[in-house]
């Protein structure tokens, strides 16, 4: 059988650089990861599922759906469940005999998001430091800057793609600036960033393909930055992870390589996703893009609604580490479950009239920065740049409006936004 092929019929979980993905294809399930209709709109088929089967378990997938929004923060909390794939002896082993030496060595030493405490804990503590909450509120002015910059690009241009204008470069600005990054080398990152986020759910080869080669080029990338910052760390996000200690513990190299990779990758491509996913919510609501205009001190708020509404990270996953009853079903050590972040965020259960897209909700209830113990650590971060973001497309576009041409949603089963989303900047734009 072609590899090809082998790779459209497995389901296995790998380590990819410092991102974790599923490796399938769904023949005759509940719900179709692959489809167009799912990409399009996975709220409706979610809503099925957590009204019929909250926890789910899918034959085609050989993995268990958590669709609840109780449920979905119960997994993430409960350290019965686990995402270090070192611990199954019998799939780490088959793991291990198909990848390179490369990719084997990034399979045992996972980056945070691969890792259960108490491993996770040491490597988040040495790195939390940088995430502290002053210092990411005193980015503020910076940010605004670099969004002033973005958006006068736009110019007279009655139309524009407020993710190539604003969504893209932003964060990725603020994530290199913050590591000390090169600016020569922003657009080859973003690039390999892209191609991970791309090839993280499975279903297209191809885009796997290039995912393993921007990861090699991004770790080895970080590898040389690394050896050049330690002769003189510096004050920036590198210089104090190689820094970072706490009791003498310290991050060893690969730690860095693939803290640096996550934190590059995470901290910008969810972000970008916000932004744009967040926009076109607030546009396809146009009493909702009103108010927000005449109440600018509800974008916190908004922020919150938008995370809720049409969440960048759709779903996540976890491993059962033992063998348990849960919610009257019967899991076995090593049974995989796709929490899924959209379909909790819109239980009725959590949030009233879920399917309203609403800037107002009094409680906004979302786990779409995770829960428990791998809640983003960026999560300030992505806040505070969606914030600014929103504040000075809100003063420069106030007649803003979506093209005709509706834009088309890119997903794969844990990543949703768009690639481009087009707008007519209005009356006032230039």
């Not at 019929?52 to 350290?79: C, K, N």
């Not at 958006?151 to 932003?170: H, M, S, T, Y």
């Not at 076109?280 to 205009?293: N, S």
Request: charged letters at 25%; one cysteine or more.
């Amino acid at each position: 059988m072609k590899i090809r092929e082998k790779l459209r019929i497995r389901f296995n979980r790998l380590t990819f650089g410092a991102l974790n993905f599923v490796e399938g294809r769904i023949h005759g399930a509940s719900i179709n990861l692959f489809s167009d209709e799912f990409n399009q709109n996975p709220h409706a088929q979610f809503k099925a599922l957590r009204e019929t089967d909250p926890l789910h378990y899918s034959m085609a997938i050989r993995a268990w759906w958590a669709t609840g929004f109780e449920l979905v923060q119960e997994v993430l909390r409960d350290p019965r469940f686990g995402t270090d794939l070192r611990k199954f002896e019998k799939r780490a082993k088959k793991i291990r005999r198909r990848l390179d030496a490369q990719r084997l060595e990034r399979f045992e030493n996972p980056s945070m998001l691969g890792l259960d405490p108490p491993d996770h804990s040491r490597i988040r503590r040495l790195v939390t430091h940088g995430f502290m909450h002053r210092f990411i509120a005193s980015l503020e002015p910076r940010i605004a800057q670099i969004v002033t910059h973005c958006l006068d690009r736009v110019g007279n241009q009655q139309e524009f793609d407020v993710i190539d204008v604003l969504a893209k470069p932003l964060p990725a600005i603020v994530i290199a600036e913050m590591m000390g990054l090169p600016e020569s080398d922003h657009a080859q990152f973003q690039a390999w960033s892209e191609d991970l986020i791309a090839g993280s759910g499975g279903g297209d080869v191809a885009a796997a393909e290039r995912a393993e080669h921007s990861s090699n080029a991004l770790i080895d990338y970080f590898r040389s930055i690394i050896e050049q910052r330690r002769a003189n760390p510096g004050d920036d996000l590198i210089g104090q992870l190689i820094l970072a200690e706490e009791e003498g513990d310290t991050l060893n190299a690969q730690e860095l390589y693939n803290t640096c990779l996550l934190l590059l990758v995470a901290g910008h491509e969810t972000t970008t996703r916000l932004i744009g996913n967040g926009l076109y919510a607030l546009l396809e609501a146009p009493d909702q893009f009103e108010h927000l205009k005449a109440h600018p001190e509800l974008i916190p708020n908004a922020v919150e609604e938008m995370l809720r509404y049409e969440p960048p990270v759709i779903a996540t996953q976890r491993f059962a580490l033992e063998d348990m009853e849960f919610h009257g079903k019967q899991l076995k050590r090593g049974d995989a479950v796709i929490v899924s972040i959209a379909a909790g965020n819109r239980d009725p259960a959590a949030n009233d009239q879920p399917d309203r897209f609403d800037i107002t909700r009094a409680k906004v209830n979302q786990v779409s920065f995770g829960y428990g113990v791998h809640l983003c650590i960026g999560a300030s971060l992505a806040r505070l740049e969606a914030k600014v973001a929103f504040e000075h497309l809100l003063e420069r576009f106030p007649d803003m409006t979506l093209t005709n041409q509706r834009p088309k949603w890119v997903a794969n089963p844990f990543f949703r936004g768009f690639d481009h989303l087009r707008v007519v900047s209005g009356s006032t734009a230039a």
